[in-house]
């Protein structure tokens, strides 16, 4: 089945190019535009696409209102954001975005983030869902890998934060890595392991650290400057 795909933008020269994208790839369909906030959350409730590329600055609602507002009535929408503003970076990753998209940026980019949101569509349908094994002092946990949000090491125990609580192993963050999906999960710092699609905001953390936020957690994880570049790498950005 094709990945249906809504554009949301107020330049009609953009939506021709993002239009023109989608429409050259197998697989892809172009649902819809918008040329404003307001008018792309009324299309999308009623087309209900599985992806919305949606620029930030926009006449009556701006971008991340709007996703905000579709992913209120419609939670499995994935928002790709489209701006000339990386200011607005932090808003997006908190509402969950695949991806942020700097203009000008090149055409290969916006098609891998395309074929990228389309091979873990595919493969979410079709795979079942995964656990790993940690073992502690009670016995054995089966942890369901997407529900994991952080893993962290702290006086000799690995702690590892889930959707559903807590736990504890003897078991070092290496091993625990091993066992993990390196699309999915990413060692920002010797201490911490995230899961990449938990991540909320970013901040400074003094002169060359910064603090990850993640959802389902309280917690939160430390990444180095030289770690935050790799993660940008690996995002895309």
């Given at each position: 089945m094709a990945l249906r795909i809504?554009?949301?933008d107020d330049d009609s020269g953009m939506r021709n190019v993002l239009r023109?994208?989608?429409?050259s790839m197998d697989g892809m369909q172009c649902v819809g535009e918008a040329a404003d906030g307001a008018e792309a959350v009324r299309c999308?409730?009623?087309l209900k696409p599985d992806v919305v590329l949606m620029d930030v600055q926009m006449p009556e609602l701006d971008g991340v209102q709007a996703v905000k507002e579709i992913l209120?009535?419609?939670p499995d929408t994935i928002p790709v954001f489209c701006t000339a503003?990386?200011?607005?970076m932090p808003d997006a990753f908190a509402v969950y975005a695949a991806d942020y998209l700097i203009k000008p940026f090149k055409t290969d980019r916006v098609r891998q983030t395309l074929r990228r949101i389309s091979t873990a569509r595919a493969r979410n349908k079709t795979a079942p869902a995964r656990s790993i094994v940690i073992k502690n002092r009670d016995g054995m946990v089966f942890l369901p890998i997407n529900d994991i949000v952080l893993l962290y090491r702290e006086s000799r125990l690995s702690y590892i934060e889930t959707l559903g609580g807590s736990?504890?192993?003897?078991?070092s963050l290496n091993e625990l890595f091993k066992k993990l999906d390196g699309d999915i999960f990413f060692r920002c710092h010797r201490a911490y392991i995230i899961n990449v699609s938990s991540i909320t905001t970013i901040h400074p953390y003094g002169r060359w650290t910064y603090i990850i936020s993640l959802k389902g957690t309280e917690k939160t994880a430390l990444i180095t400057q030289e770690k935050l570049e790799e993660l940008q790498k690996v995002m895309g950005l």
């Open positions: 809504f554009i949301a023109g994208i989608i429409e999308c409730l009623e209120a009535v419609l503003h990386s200011e607005y736990f504890t192993t003897s078991e």
